[in-house]
């Protein structure tokens, strides 16, 4: 399988699960510079008293897609980096073995599970360190919010407690 096929299994998967979990995207704050769609449609609903309940649908409808739809551009980009950032120590043969996302989080979270020695590499964890700045500016830039991107160790780590944290999507590599 080619890395190009591997990668488009991995996004179509990752869209599957932001399709299953959309009730998730409703309930969550997605970025603090705005207000929740529900609050923007309440204040909106008691302002159109007088107005067409037609016209009052098809702004809630507008205001509904636009929501989802910067959330999905959002997530995409958060999976995107995910991978990225994998491929980034495969250059230097450091192995991922699995990554953790939690994009229902106002600042969406990344975990990325390597083993135990690596931790103590001192030369990882700069060329590590080093694009997941990289990658947080350029993901602030876009969405003036932070990304989480964090390393732990593999040794002990209950999955089940992540996905309890919210962390209910990962990826073995």
Do not use: W
């Amino acid at each position: 399988m080619t890395q190009a096929t591997i990668n488009s299994t991995g996004i179509k998967q990752f869209n599957e699960y932001l399709a299953n979990h959309s009730e998730d995207a409703k309930t969550s704050k997605i970025n603090d510079l705005y207000y929740h769609v529900d609050v923007v449609a309440d204040a909106y609903s008691r302002g159109y008293n007088d107005g067409e309940k037609s016209a009052k649908k098809e702004v809630m409808d507008l205001i509904v897609s636009k929501a989802k739809e910067k959330f999905v551009e959002k997530a995409n980009l958060v999976y995107l980096s995910s991978k990225a950032l994998v491929s980034h120590l495969e250059v230097k043969n450091y192995k991922v073995e699995k990554f953790y996302i939690n994009i229902f989080h106002k600042s969406p979270k990344v975990i990325v599970a390597v083993d135990d020695a690596l931790l103590l590499n001192d030369d990882f964890v700069l060329f590590t360190y080093t694009k997941i700045h990289e990658m947080q500016c350029s993901f602030h830039s876009l969405f003036q919010s932070t990304l989480d991107l964090s390393l732990v160790s593999t040794t002990d780590l209950d999955e089940d407690l992540l996905a309890k944290d919210g962390f209910d999507y990962s990826e073995s590599m």
